[in-house]
């Protein structure tokens, strides 16, 4: 009784497409992308039946890289984008002509965005993380103007380096809440928001594609990392040893890059991966008898579990770069390559896992 990766409706699109997104409460999602003269594109479709519905589209002045719905509630659903030029948008989709914020975040192009506080996803204040080629990792509060509410760059005399992918999580309470952010060298990289330190830092060696807690609004649990050559870690985030840092398991997924990570919104030890080869692979993470043990020296240190794949597709000739799982339909999610077609799929008998 395998999970089953079912392609329900496909769409051509006529762009470079980087990142796709469902609408929360909704059976509408969004593309983004780059268009061939050089500007950027945001269509809306909506899902009728077996076809997608093109609803609006918008040319906007650079290519969009990035997006998120997490820093904004249900009611306004408020999409916050990171573009080639550095620029943090955030667009009101009923009137998308002009954004109702707009700062220029970073020197170079905005690689990542995660957003946290709204949809009823994590406590605390509404916040939008972005990363950038330029290095630097910010941390924007849409109430406030202009100015990030953290900076992290690197110190004097520090390389900088290419920071491809940024999540928020451990946003249990109103002070709790971490960033993590990976860059091109394989750093990895746990910043604290409430005491503005870096909590924990590693290194896996090839340049960090994607990573995502399996929930943002809760102790810090789990965290997936993937990576350049087609290896994935999952890091118990539950126990810090002093030296050791957090136990992690890894996994030689396939022969290519590892674009993203996506944890199941209705079950986190559920999670999907999409690959350069245009293969998407369904896991599942099983914990271990006890998560935690003590050492020679009596500090507490974390026991990894394993993971098992439940399911594996090619669809696509072409890497897929994009993938969000529908935040209410359990087993919903769309993904985008670079063939340029955007893919709805159904992943049938997850209760069953």
């Given at each position: 009784?395998?999970?089953?990766?079912?392609?329900?409706?496909?769409?051509a699109?006529?762009?470079?497409?980087?990142?796709?997104?469902?609408?929360?409460?909704?059976?509408r999602?969004l593309?983004?992308?780059?268009?061939?003269r050089?500007?950027?594109?945001?269509q809306?479709?909506e899902?009728?039946?077996?076809?997608l519905?093109?609803?609006?589209e918008?040319?906007?002045?650079?290519?969009?890289?990035?997006?998120?719905?997490?820093?904004?509630?249900?009611?306004q659903?408020?999409?916050?984008?990171?573009?080639?030029?550095?620029?943090?948008?955030?667009w009101n989709?009923?009137?998308?002509?002009?954004?109702?914020y707009?700062?220029?975040g970073?020197?170079e192009?905005?690689?990542?965005?995660?957003?946290?506080?709204?949809?009823?996803?994590g406590?605390?204040?509404?916040?939008?993380?972005?990363?950038?080629?330029?290095?630097?990792?910010?941390?924007?509060?849409?109430r406030?103007?202009?100015?990030?509410?953290?900076?992290?760059?690197?110190a004097?005399?520090?390389?900088?380096r290419?920071?491809?992918?940024?999540?928020f999580?451990?946003?249990?309470?109103?002070?709790?809440r971490?960033?993590?952010?990976?860059y091109?060298?394989?750093?990895?990289?746990?910043?604290d928001?409430?005491?503005?330190?870096l909590?924990w830092?590693?290194?896996?060696?090839?340049?960090?594609?994607s990573?995502?807690f399996d929930r943002?609004?809760?102790?810090?649990?789990k965290?997936?990392?993937?990576?350049?050559?087609?290896?994935?870690?999952?890091?118990?985030?539950?126990?810090?040893?002093?030296?050791k840092?957090?136990?992690?398991?890894?996994?030689?997924a396939?022969?290519?890059?590892?674009?993203?990570?996506?944890?199941?919104?209705?079950?986190?030890?559920?999670?999907?991966?999409s690959?350069?080869?245009g293969?998407?692979h369904?896991?599942?993470?099983?914990?271990?008898?006890?998560?935690?043990?003590?050492?020679s020296?009596?500090?507490?240190?974390?026991?990894?579990?394993?993971?098992?794949?439940l399911?594996?597709?090619?669809?696509s000739?072409?890497?897929?770069s994009?993938?969000?799982?529908?935040?209410?339909?359990?087993?919903?999610?769309?993904?985008g390559?670079?063939d340029?077609?955007v893919?709805?799929l159904?992943?049938?008998?997850l209760?069953?896992?």
């Open positions: 009784e395998r999970p089953q990766v079912v392609a329900h409706a496909q769409q699109l006529s762009y470079t497409l980087f990142d796709c997104k469902w609408v929360p409460r909704s059976a999602l593309c983004l992308g780059s268009a061939a050089g500007t950027g594109v945001l809306l479709y899902l009728r039946g077996g076809r519905a093109l609803l609006r918008i040319e906007k002045p650079k290519p969009i890289k990035c997006g998120t719905f997490g820093a904004t509630s249900l009611q659903r408020y999409l916050a984008t990171g573009d080639f030029d550095g620029n943090l948008n955030i989709l009923e009137a998308p002509e002009t954004p109702v707009s700062v220029k970073h020197k192009i905005i690689n990542s965005i995660d957003g946290v506080g709204g949809l009823g996803i406590e605390g204040a509404p916040e939008i993380v972005t990363g950038s080629r330029d290095g630097t990792v910010k941390v924007w509060d849409p406030q103007k202009d100015i990030p509410v953290a900076n992290m760059e690197p004097e005399g520090e390389s900088k290419d920071c491809w992918t940024v999540a999580g451990n946003a249990y309470n109103q002070e709790e971490v960033v993590c952010a990976g091109d060298n394989g750093d990895i990289k746990l910043f928001l409430k005491t503005m330190s909590r830092e590693t290194s896996i060696k090839n340049g960090v594609c990573v995502e943002k609004d809760v102790n810090m649990n965290l997936v990392a993937t990576s350049l050559e087609g290896k994935f870690h999952v890091f118990d985030m539950r126990t810090q040893h002093p030296t840092g957090f136990a992690s398991v890894s996994e030689k396939q022969k290519s890059t590892i674009w993203q990570v996506r944890h199941l919104p209705q079950n986190r030890d559920i999670f999907m991966t690959g350069g080869a293969s998407l369904l896991w599942k993470y099983e914990y271990p008898a006890q998560r935690s043990r003590k050492d020296a009596g500090a507490e240190m974390g026991v990894a579990g394993s993971v098992s794949l399911q594996n597709v090619t669809l000739t072409q890497p897929i994009s993938l969000d799982w529908s935040p209410d339909k359990k087993g919903l999610c769309v993904c390559a670079f340029q077609t893919r709805v159904i992943v049938t008998k209760n069953k896992v």
